[in-house]
């Protein structure tokens, strides 16, 4: 499958490395076993070796040898995603049936205040739990946080501030029991300054999050572009988008989507990096050219097209590396609160036209949940509305909207 002499080098090589960890180094290097490669090959391998060294699976064993495991799972994910872009879309979702193993940190960002991300996050995590996945919600809205009252919780012992400063050694102190399934690490922005968490915090709370214990882990977050919003989503293994139909909310939404990418651009390389490459000074300072115009001069870089044509021309061995950033970069769209489907499938084609066009990014639309004006009173009522009204239209539309992202909930 693998269109072999069309690559660069520098490609085909990761692809190489990639099948060495997921399959052996003698396959790795048969070309016609790359040319045959297919799906099925890539996800069974895939399985077993997780099933190998997953580390909650071995949770018995000494920390030493787990420790190995970690590192060992975090080569063969990063193999699996490697390969996996060369297949289409479609056909890996309806592979990824572990979704557990392959996808865990949800972030669900998008447009700002007020357009049903809680909401989103808070019901997702019900059906999720319900469907036997255990799930943590996370509130990471550190300066509006009340995903604790959509999940029928008025008051919070430990809250995620007390970890961040410090009151609590471990994050998983602060997590509380709800009544309707998933544990919660609430927060609470009416402590002065909750939403201003240095760069250090941020990393050992990102560190945290990601060792927490459970099939699935969702992350609210603000609506705002503020960097560390912005880190908390890029550091999820799925990316949620929120807009509703209304222009300021689907602007805000392609902006949140703009501002993520040149983000990860931007950290392509150093300590945040995903990557672990050595620095090119040189694609560095391209890419500071298009992510920090104020400093670049009169030579700027407009946009990502024009970004990549300079790469093309000046530096075409990093071609291989944007490309991948590209491809590895895929936010999910919902759109909420929708009343009339047909502005739906308007907005969705501009914010997808848009960011291809733009960003070379594609916008994978999941689905739409309808304005239901049940959920106001559900909030109020602390009665969240997959319980409420489990087999209503709302909760029929994240049901679908989960079963997109790969994800396995009950009744569909
Ligand atoms: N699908 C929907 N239909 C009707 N109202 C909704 C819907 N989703 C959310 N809301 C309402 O929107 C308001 C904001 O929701 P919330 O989840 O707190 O937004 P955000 O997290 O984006 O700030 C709530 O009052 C809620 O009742
Ligand atoms: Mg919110």
Redesign the pocket.
């Known amino acids: 499958m693998f269109p072999i002499h069309h690559l660069e080098d520098d490609e085909l090589q990761r692809i190489r490395i990639a099948c060495a960890f997921l399959f052996s180094p003698d396959q790795a290097r048969d070309d016609l076993f790359l040319k045959n490669l297919k799906l099925e090959h890539v996800t069974k391998a895939f399985r077993e070796k997780a099933k190998r060294y997953h580390p909650d699976l071995h949770r018995h064993e000494p920390r030493e040898m787990l420790e190995k495991r970690k590192e060992r799972f975090i080569k063969i994910r990063d193999s699996y995603d490697i390969l996996k872009h060369y297949f289409p879309e479609e056909e890996v979702r309806a592979t990824a049936d572990e979704g557990a193993v392959l996808r865990r940190v949800i972030a669900v960002g998008g447009a700002k205040?007020?357009?049903?991300?809680?909401?989103f996050a808070a019901n997702l995590g019900i059906l999720l739990s319900a469907a036997g996945h255990r799930t943590v919600l996370v509130d990471l809205d550190l300066g509006g946080a009340?995903l604790h009252l959509y999940l029928g919780t008025t008051s919070l012992g430990s809250c995620i501030n007390d970890f961040l400063t410090r009151r609590i050694p471990r994050l998983e102190d602060a997590m509380t029991s709800t009544r309707y399934g998933p544990q919660l690490i609430g927060g609470d922005s009416s402590q002065f300054g909750a939403a201003n968490i240095s760069f250090a915090t941020k990393m050992k709370l990102l560190r945290s999050l990601k060792q927490i214990e459970a099939d699935y882990i969702i992350l609210d977050l603000g609506?705002d572009t503020s960097y560390n919003i912005i880190d908390f989503f890029l550091a999820a293994d799925v990316g949620v988008v929120m807009a509703t139909c209304d222009p300021a909310a689907y602007l805000e939404a392609y902006n949140f989507i703009k501002v993520a990418l040149y983000r990860k651009l931007s950290r392509l390389f150093g300590e945040e990096s995903d990557i672990g490459m050595d620095k090119d000074v040189e694609l560095a300072n391209l890419i500071a050219k298009l992510t920090k115009p104020e400093e670049g001069g009169s030579d700027g870089v407009a946009n990502i097209v024009e970004l990549r044509n300079r790469i093309r021309t000046e530096q075409p061995r990093n071609l291989f590396l944007i490309n991948q950033v590209l491809r590895s970069f895929s936010p999910k769209l919902v759109i909420?609160?929708v009343e009339d489907q047909s502005n739906t499938d308007a907005v969705v084609w501009r914010i997808q036209e848009v960011a291809e066009k733009m960003l070379c990014t594609k916008v994978d639309f999941v689905g739409s949940?309808?304005?239901?004006?049940e959920?106001?009173r559900s909030?109020r009522d602390l009665v969240p509305a997959v319980a409420r009204a489990p087999h209503g239209y709302?909760s029929l539309s994240l049901s679908r909207i989960a079963a997109s992202l790969g994800l396995k909930v009950r009744g569909i």
Do not use: C, E, T
């Open positions: 205040g007020g357009i049903g991300k809680s909401i009340n609506g909420n609160m949940l309808p304005f239901d004006g959920i106001k909030a709302y």
